[in-house]
């Protein structure tokens, strides 16, 4: 039985308050959607938050690599 190596991957967004960087409005609405044990279920995730908000232009969600501040020996692991 194989088990995949668990790299921590935080999903969060909220309204931004310009285009030109990532930076929020208000940080007491940013939106943590989850925290996921892989690339690929994150991702899943942040689509799936992404386009809910596909109305809003300044709703922005991103993936956060939390496996690359905990231990950046990840950093260059496959599989994001």
Known sequence: MSQERQLLHIVIGGELKSL??????DLSQVDFVGAYPNYKTAYDAWKGAAQRTVDNARM??????AHRLLDPATDGERGQ
């Not at 030109?20 to 409005?25: K, N």
């Not at 922005?60 to 690599?65: E, T």
């Open 60 to 65: 922005r969600y991103f993936i956060i690599h």
């Open 20 to 25: 030109d960087r990532p930076e929020f409005a």
